[in-house]
């Protein structure tokens, strides 16, 4: 079993920054990948940054060049550096762990309880 505790999320102004952090617990060396998701009202929850266990990150093209996601110690903590924060950047974000099950076992997502980001116009 897996736990996701994110913290850092706020009230900024447009143009600020804020750098969420989500700390991993329990069986981590089952996680495959994690990733920052957001979750706007009205809107359907949208990915925003993936890294997998080999390092590699993505991101959405909504955030690419302001956004950074990076980890330390083997899953322990990943971070979400948000740059140059825009008031379309408002949301709910949740931190996502993709946790296997075993070998050839399948995988399953887990999520934290979210932490809000209000970006004042």
């Known amino acids: 079993q897996v736990q996701l505790v994110e913290s850092g999320g706020g009230l900024v102004q447009t143009g600020g920054s804020l750098r969420l952090s989500c700390a991993a617990s329990g069986s981590i060396f089952s996680i495959n990948a994690m990733g920052w998701y957001r979750q706007a009202p009205g809107k359907q929850r949208e990915v925003v940054a993936l890294?997998?266990?080999?390092?590699?990150?993505v991101y959405a093209e909504s955030v690419k060049g302001r956004f950074t996601i990076s980890r330390d110690n083997a899953w322990n903590t990943v971070y979400l550096q948000m740059n140059i924060l825009k008031p379309e950047d408002t949301a709910v974000y949740y931190c996502?762990?993709?946790?296997?099950?075993?070998?050839?076992?399948?995988?399953?997502?887990?999520w934290g309880q979210g932490t809000q980001v209000t970006v004042s116009s």
């Open positions: 890294i997998t266990s080999g390092g590699i990150t």
């Open positions: 996502n762990a993709r946790i296997s099950r075993g070998l050839l076992q399948g995988e399953y997502d887990q």
